[in-house]
């Protein structure tokens, strides 16, 4: 059952009928219910999967938690300890509960290593030592639904505990519900458990405003997967199917329109998502804040996927970057290449881990590892060379506010993270290496943009138009965002003639021109694999 | 000590007022690279131990949030 399917749309208004007519402290099981309904049609009995690592992550918080406040039962007993002794119970227990934390982690990664990614380790392993001359034959290994996303949930709830942070969830029906609420298991967004628990846990009463504009938002969503990236995938398809047939500006197409569809189909499904939640009056956390409006590839993965990004963030990265060990790497690499570099070298080494952490998360593929490598580095070279950034701007004589200047930066990022697409999109790294390659060959010949070049890409002329309309209208209305319009807020405040004509013309551009049939079934979200 | 603070936080980020900024994390004024360098910075010259615990937003947010975090440290 994905999104884009009338059985998803039966579940979620039912559940939302339901919803209302339970009783307010009692409306969080009708979302367990639906959201086990979802997950079993989905998964069937790797459901048992999802559930015992619920068991397990509820477990984990409460031990973690005792362990972390062991020592106020020392303290009770014993109120004449000094202030040392006090700290020194204190941190004897703050240790106890890392070393539970760690554990649980394991354990719970231990499950996602080995169905995800057994498999291309062993493969890896075998090619090395056999010097790419054995077979692997790989397990056959099926994935419970969403785990990439729920794995790191569990993780974030559970160091949120060690770090005290958050209380342990007392109900484990209720964190089971967190880790698997149907509208955000398939694809995201990432949350929190301080920011969606409570949340869940409360009863929301019915808000007829807040209930239309999240239907609003899915049927955005709809328009963005159905009638772009649906559509789009088409000529992606083609190019990257027989990649020897394109060179020059078709191959930077083919890169440049999987943007346009990963954008159109993940931030499609986010609206999908977040519609879907709202309905229910919870708000989930946005993965996008128009990420084609990024001036450097910095910015852009602050405005892509955010979700993903916070939680590296504040799990690998900041982790890593104030561990001992980075810090005494630190120490010594000052004396070796001087202070200024030495300093920024934890802060480099963890964010190359983290882009490959990054790559890596999507699939346990090479080309996803050297997708996060690309972006990886141009990262830590913005974070290198600012100097060099800077004199480059006084040579050239560059105002940085100008508008000439901003639209620059736009476009070069937009290059720099589609080239970064072929390694995401390429059957192999061999292929992606050579696109890119293929890429520069005679780049400045324009003429296959006019000469029906395009239209040989399986979509015709009238879809063409539709798509180009269709891309135009999202990069008019992320405009409108980033100028800080609230879109949706300004229809509500439409008289309702014009709001139900407004809805009507889309609902009808949805069935019109979305793409679909008889038998079609629309594409899979693209993150539903990751 | 706030002054000798103040330093710290110029030598990261020249472009910032932070005499006056209340808002350093809410609006993403300072980012990720900001931060370790400016808890790294603090760490070695106030000699405490900023872990990876106290990286709130509350904390960061202005730097008389900084200094407060850093005495609470001192004191412990």
């Known amino acids: 059952m994905t999104f884009v399917s009338v059985p998803f749309l039966i579940l979620l208004l039912a559940a939302d009928l339901l919803y209302y007519l339970f009783p307010l402290r009692h409306r969080w099981l009708v979302l367990l219910a639906a959201s086990l309904v979802f997950y079993a049609v989905n998964s069937g009995l790797l459901t048992l999967v999802l559930v015992a690592t619920a068991a397990l992550v509820y477990a984990g918080g409460r031990m973690i938690h005792a362990r972390l406040f062991s020592y106020k039962t020392l303290l009770e007993q014993e109120p004449s300890l000094t202030k040392e002794e006090k700290k020194s119970a204190r941190d004897r227990s703050k240790k106890q509960a890392k070393q539970v934390l760690t554990l649980f982690v394991l354990v719970i990664l231990g499950i996602l290593l080995f169905l995800k990614y057994s498999n291309f380790f062993a493969g890896t392993a075998v090619s090395l030592f056999t010097g790419g001359k054995g077979v692997y034959s790989p397990m056959k290994l099926l994935l419970p639904l969403g785990i990439s996303f729920y794995t790191l949930q569990a993780i974030s709830y559970l160091v949120d505990i060690s770090r005290g942070k958050a209380d342990p969830e007392k109900d484990p029906l209720r964190l089971l519900l967190y880790l698997c609420f149907f509208p955000q298991i398939v694809q995201g967004p990432i949350p929190r458990y301080r920011d969606l628990g409570p949340q869940l846990a409360e009863g929301h009463p019915f808000d007829p405003d807040g209930f239309c504009r999240g239907l609003q938002l899915i049927l955005w969503g709809f328009m963005k997967k159905l009638i772009i990236a649906d559509r789009i995938a088409t000529p992606v398809s083609a190019i990257f199917s027989a990649p020897e047939n394109y060179s020059g500006v078709m191959a930077f197409l083919g890169a440049a329109f999987y943007g346009i569809q990963v954008y159109a189909d993940f931030s499609g499904g986010m609206d999908i998502a977040l519609g879907a939640a709202q309905t229910f009056g919870i708000t989930l956390t946005p993965n996008f804040t128009q990420p084609y409006f990024s001036t450097s590839v910095e910015d852009f993965w602050r405005r892509w996927h955010i979700t993903l990004g916070a939680w590296m963030k504040d799990y690998v990265f900041y982790p890593l970057s104030l561990s001992k060990a980075f810090g005494s790497l630190s120490q010594k690499a000052r004396k070796l290449v001087g202070p200024s570099l030495g300093k920024k070298l934890p802060s480099i080494l963890a964010m190359f881990i983290v882009y490959f952490l990054v790559g890596i998360w999507h699939g346990p593929q090479w080309t996803y590892i050297l997708y996060g490598i690309w972006n990886g580095i141009f990262i830590v070279g913005g974070l290198l060379l600012p100097d060099l950034y800077e004199k480059g701007r006084r040579l050239f004589r560059i105002d940085e506010d100008s508008a000439s200047w901003r639209v620059f930066r736009m476009i070069r990022t937009f290059w720099i993270i589609s080239v970064g697409r072929f390694f995401s999109r390429a059957k192999d790294t061999a292929t992606a290496f050579a696109m890119i390659g293929s890429m520069f060959h005679n780049w400045y010949d324009l003429s296959p943009l006019s000469n029906g070049a395009l239209l040989g890409l399986g979509l015709e002329g009238p879809d063409w138009i539709v798509l180009a309309v269709a891309v135009l209208v999202l990069l008019y209305t992320d405009n409108l965002h980033e100028k800080g319009v609230k879109i949706r807020e300004s229809i509500s405040r439409q008289p309702l003639i014009f709001r139900w004509l407004i809805y009507y013309i889309a609902i009808l551009l949805v069935l019109i021109f979305g793409i679909y049939g008889p038998g079609y079934v629309s594409g899979n979200f693209i993150y539903e694999q990751f | ?76």
């Open chain 2, 1 to 76: 000590m706030l002054e000798r603070l103040l330093e710290i936080l110029s030598e990261v980020r020249p472009d910032l007022d932070f005499e006056n900024e209340t808002r350093l994390i809410d609006d993403d004024l300072l980012d990720s690279f900001d931060i370790i360098s400016i808890v790294s910075e603090c760490n070695d010259v106030f000699d405490v131990e900023i872990s990876v615990d106290d990286l709130e937003p509350e904390n960061f947010n202005s730097a008389e949030a900084i200094a407060a975090l850093i005495e609470r440290l001192q004191e412990d």
